[in-house]
């Protein structure tokens, strides 16, 4: 029979190494997603040099293929949000900078109002719309239900988060 003590270095020495493995693994993902960032970036920025990019279509084209090439998935409004910060590092002369600025940014503007709170879980985001529709209508009892029930939502992930990292610890 295997002594205790025995028993726990072999299950702290598999968790050791599971723990290696997937940070390599993690790694490896971000910089491949990096990569396929930067080949987006630069793709962009050759099309915008030929004149082929006029509009938000034509951006979508070049995410969507450069997602098949690289086996990623970007949200289209954060992915331009850091080409916006990409094209600040580049030289690109004055009036061709701002016009490529302001395109992307028009693009980001219209996702984030077609698509607001994208990159937010299915829950926060239909209570964040209604937070908001409440708003602009001026319904303080909705703005103040809706805030409550996000509260109420964010008290429940943060203790299933706690009993999750009570259990792995």
Same mark, same amino acid.
């Not at 949200?75 to 850091?82: G, K, M, Q, R």
């Given at each position: 029979?295997? #002594?205790?003590?025995?028993?726990?270095?072999?299950? &702290?020495?598999?968790?050791?190494?599971?723990?290696?493995?997937?940070?390599?693994?993690?790694? +490896?993902? =971000?910089? #491949? #997603? !990096?990569?396929?960032?930067?080949?987006?970036?630069? #793709?962009? *920025?050759?099309?915008?040099?030929? &004149?082929?990019?006029? &509009?938000?279509?034509?951006?979508?084209?070049?995410?969507?293929?450069?997602?098949?090439?690289? @086996?990623?998935?970007?949200?289209?409004?954060?992915?331009?949000?850091? %080409?916006?910060?990409?094209?600040?590092?580049?030289?690109?002369?004055?009036? =061709?900078?701002? +016009?490529? %600025?302001?395109?992307?940014?028009?693009?980001?503007?219209?996702?984030?109002? @077609?698509?607001?709170?994208? @990159?937010?879980?299915?829950? =926060?985001?239909?209570?964040?719309?209604?937070? $908001?529709?409440?708003?602009?209508?001026?319904? !303080?009892?909705?703005?103040?239900? *809706?805030?409550?029930?996000?509260?109420?939502?964010?008290?429940?992930?943060?203790?299933?988060?706690? $009993?999750?990292? @009570?259990?792995?610890?």
């Amino acid at each position: 029979m295997i #002594e205790s003590v025995t028993l726990t270095v072999i299950i &702290g020495y598999v968790a050791f190494v599971l723990w290696i493995f997937f940070r390599r693994l993690n790694i +490896k993902l =971000e910089r #491949e #997603e !990096k990569g396929a960032k930067i080949k987006f970036f630069e #793709e962009l *920025n050759t099309k915008f040099d030929k &004149g082929l990019i006029e &509009g938000q279509s034509d951006v979508e084209v070049l995410k969507n293929a450069i997602e098949r090439e690289t @086996d990623t998935d970007f949200l289209l409004s954060s992915l331009l949000e850091d %080409y916006l910060v990409y094209l600040n590092k580049h030289d690109i002369p004055e009036p =061709e900078l701002s +016009k490529r %600025y302001h395109m992307i940014k028009d693009i980001v503007d219209s996702e984030n109002l @077609d698509k607001p709170f994208e @990159d937010v879980p299915e829950e =926060e985001r239909r209570l964040l719309i209604g937070l $908001r529709a409440a708003i602009e209508f001026g319904d !303080k009892n909705s703005s103040l239900f *809706n805030l409550n029930e996000i509260s109420s939502l964010i008290t429940a992930r943060s203790a299933n988060y706690e $009993r999750a990292m @009570d259990a792995v610890n």
